[in-house]
């Protein structure tokens, strides 16, 4: 018996909260700088909450209903859900995210397969764990009944759900072993209890609990037979015989709830929750009915939350109609695949008159955070009242579709030829230890070096004299002066501090990924495009619409002049084609791939004008190599053959004397460990000092034979690591292995930091390396 469909107008598993115009980056960046006051900071971010859902209802979201998700978060929502826990005191609210002058901040690592960032929960036996913090139920209530005399919304709050949230933290220092966080799923579950009852009084008709782990392999394949569902088939219990709830709405996204491990949607559909929600994009509809789901909504994920092409909509709405008979669900409503937080706010933002290089006729193939909503809504009404009733929106998105298929540059010849003659040899460089003698006789350089992995600190001068070239205020040579002058000043001060191995420091890019698209075919850049990828940290994601060449050298200049400034080897900096295509929004109408060879092609190429330039160290990063790494395990082993075969087309054609570095970062690496001995680099660096080396020892268990340079000082925060800190880290790195292999290099980028915190953390790293050095 069908059951009444609850969101008939559609809902969204969640919205970008950095704001339209990243009204919360600058809120706390300002209150971090000491600018402005908590209570300032706590005004501004209300009313970007309020702007939020009142913006969702214009687009056609139900006011009333609970279609509105509230799904703020001041900096990530997984340290939002351990503050109500109790796990982090709300006073440490930020010093759990960036750290203080005596306090490390928590290690952080990628949302599942995105370039989003969440920070790891630490959670031992005794760890106090209780209702702490009713941040979900004050946000409820202030849409309910604003106080500015706003129009009233009532949203539905979103929490990370209580499975999730354990297997996503961490067990504590000291937690005796065997400890496993979920262990305490009871004590969990009873204060999520409390906030359900809590939200139940105030009026809350829906409450969204994400349970993505419930469809990754990468984060429960550890767990024994068994454990996983009866975590849920017991937290769902206890959740669902909470008197006086919301009606609770499971959400599973990032792929399909049914894989190798089980299937977790059968699992769900066999508790009393209200609604589950299924992401079908990454995932797919059951072939037959499934017991349990015919006294449940099904929220359909059909709109693609993860990229931003515009959807097929005749497409959608028949599998949306077919849904009710195919799965038994008791209703069907339509939504989003996962939370639109991974996309921009608006095509519309965005100006679309050719006047800066893009094709105007991109806008017409985009959907951004709006559109999609405004999809939900075309394909909701259509559920409802049929095809006919939306017809001219069906008719309208075929047409973009067609119009994409038949532009110029989305299928290039030449390129697709390039690829087809490609041969085995074109992934294969001389062995390594061929290439060791000839590097270490044409390098000379000392046990442990030292290196940075890239970029320096971007100075406001810096970006201001880039702003002003890209608006055609500032001409060339002025801007060129002003480039060159900061890559003099990171060079002096990178021999002034004592590293070995140097970097031009990257003034004249805006963003790694960003900076390569701006010079390839097939790529086009927003002005306004933001995402947040952590806190306040955001990115402009570009959009790969065609097929990839590279018209003309990119980097070779500015390590030309960087490498005539002094005699230590100064790196040739590239982003490898993974973390390009990952950081970016792929095309969906060809492999990825097949896409990833065309970017590594055009890489290879500037491999080679690299080396003819005299660069003898190339560093090709790939920190993106496990985000992209499927979250089921049958689909992994496909991704990390063309993963590895891409970056070794990058790299395969330099020559044994040329060392070629990647850089690796936030990552849980012990799963991708045989793909980064593939990936056949000379020296591979990645993130170590938030985890304290805790890769360290699989390395040396997997019997790693190359160059490698484990972080010791973690550039996400502002904290200064002392010289005794680091070289503590670097002492354990060289107890696990061969002190001839380690490098001595902080976790990442320097970008994002100041020069006076740069500067005196990188002087403890070199004091640390001598210091170790002296002890070998």
């Not at 069907?332 to 939370?339: E, F, K, L, P, Y």
Request: glycine share 10%.
């Amino acid at each position: 018996m069908p059951i009444a469909t609850p969101f008939p107008g559609g809902t969204i598993l969640g919205y970008p909260r950095i704001g339209r115009r990243r009204e919360l980056k600058r809120a706390l960046e300002a209150r971090w700088a000491g600018r402005t006051t908590d209570a300032e900071l706590e005004a501004a971010s209300c009313a970007l909450r309020l702007a939020t859902v009142r913006r969702l209802v214009e687009l056609g979201l139900d006011a009333a209903d609970g279609s509105v998700p509230s799904s703020f978060s001041p900096y990530d929502q997984v340290l939002d859900a351990a503050v109500l826990l109790g796990v982090v005191p709300a006073r440490d609210y930020f010093v759990a995210a960036r750290g203080d002058g005596t306090r490390p901040p928590l290690e952080m690592t990628k949302w599942f397969d995105t370039n989003y960032h969440y920070l790891v929960p630490e959670i031992g036996p005794g760890t106090p764990i209780t209702f702490a913090d009713d941040a979900p139920l004050r946000w409820f209530a202030e849409a309910a009944r604003p106080s500015d005399g706003g129009a009233a919304v009532v949203t539905r709050p979103v929490v990370v759900g209580p499975v999730t949230f354990l297997l996503l933290a961490k067990a504590a220092s000291g937690a005796p072993a065997g400890f496993r966080p979920l262990d305490r799923l009871d004590d969990v579950v009873a204060a999520y209890g409390e906030l359900l009852a809590a939200l139940g009084a105030a009026g809350a008709p829906w409450v969204q609990l994400d349970e993505p782990a419930l469809v990754a392999d990468t984060v429960t394949g550890h767990l024994p037979d068994g454990v996983l569902a009866e975590a849920v088939t017991r937290a769902y219990g206890a959740l669902t015989g909470v008197a006086g709830r919301p009606s609770i709405l499971v959400a599973a996204p990032y792929g399909d709830l049914r894989g190798e491990s089980g299937d977790h949607l059968a699992l769900l559909a066999g508790t009393d929750v209200e609604a589950i929600a299924v992401d079908l994009v990454r995932g797919s509809a059951p072939a037959g009915p499934v017991p349990g789901l015919e006294t449940k909504t099904l929220v359909a994920g059909l709109v693609d939350g993860h990229n931003v092409w515009r959807a097929d909509l005749a497409t959608k709405l028949a599998q949306a109609s077919a849904l009710g008979d195919a799965t038994g669900a008791g209703a069907v409503a339509v939504g989003t695949s996962t939370s639109l937080l991974h996309v921009p706010h608006d095509v519309d933002d965005e100006t679309w008159d050719g006047t800066d290089g893009r094709d105007p006729r991109l806008s017409g193939w985009l959907a951004f955070a709006d559109q999609k909503i405004a999809e939900v809504a075309t394909l909701a009404r259509g559920l409802a009242q049929g095809a006919d009733a939306v017809a001219p929106e069906l008719a309208a998105a075929s047409a973009a579709l067609a119009d994409r298929a038949a532009a110029a540059g989305v299928v290039v010849p030449a390129v697709r030829a390039r690829v087809a003659g490609l041969e085995a040899d074109d992934e294969t460089r001389a062995p390594y230890a061929e290439r060791a003698a000839a590097q270490a006789e044409r390098l000379r350089l000392p046990l442990l070096p030292t290196t940075t992995i890239g970029s320096f600190p971007q100075t406001p001068e810096i970006r201001s004299a880039r702003s002003a070239w890209a608006k055609g205020e500032l001409d060339d040579a002025a801007y060129t002066a002003a480039m060159r002058a900061e890559v003099a000043r990171v060079v002096a001060l990178q021999e002034e501090l004592g590293l070995d191995v140097l970097v031009h420091g990257e003034p004249e890019r805006n963003d790694m990924v960003q900076y390569f698209a701006e010079q390839l075919d097939g790529f086009a850049v927003t002005a306004g495009g933001w995402v947040q990828s952590y806190g306040s940290r955001c990115v402009r994601p570009p959009i790969l619409w065609g097929d990839v060449a590279r018209p003309a050298p990119m980097t070779v200049a500015w390590t030309r002049y960087a490498q005539s400034l002094t005699a230590k080897p100064v790196k040739g900096m590239l982003t490898g084609p993974v973390t390009i295509l990952a950081w970016s929004f792929v095309r969906d109408d060809l492999p990825v791939g097949e896409t990833a060879v065309q970017v590594a092609l055009a890489l290879r190429d500037e491999v080679a004008d690299l080396e003819a330039a005299g660069t003898a160290v190339v560093q090709v990063d790939e920190p993106a190599l496990r985000e992209l790494l499927p979250l089921r395990r049958e689909a992994q082993r496909a991704y990390l053959d063309w993963a590895v075969r891409s970056f070794r087309l990058a790299t395969a054609g330099a020559a044994p004397a040329t060392q070629v570095h990647t850089h690796l970062c936030y990552s849980e690496f012990g799963e991708v460990i045989d793909a980064i001995d593939g990936l056949d680099a000379d020296v591979t660096s990645l993130e170590a000092a938030r985890s304290r080396m805790e890769i360290v020892p699989q390395l040396h268990e997997a019997g790693y034979g190359r160059g490698i340079g484990p972080g010791v000082y973690d550039i996400h925060s502002p904290r200064v690591p002392s010289s005794g800190e680091v070289t503590e880290l670097l002492g354990l790195a060289v107890t696990s292995i061969d002190p001839a292999l380690v490098w001595v290099n902080p976790d990442c980028g320097l970008k994002t930091r100041g020069y006076a915190e740069t500067t005196e953390s990188l002087r403890h790293l070199v004091a640390a390396a001598h210091a170790v050095r002296t002890t070998l």
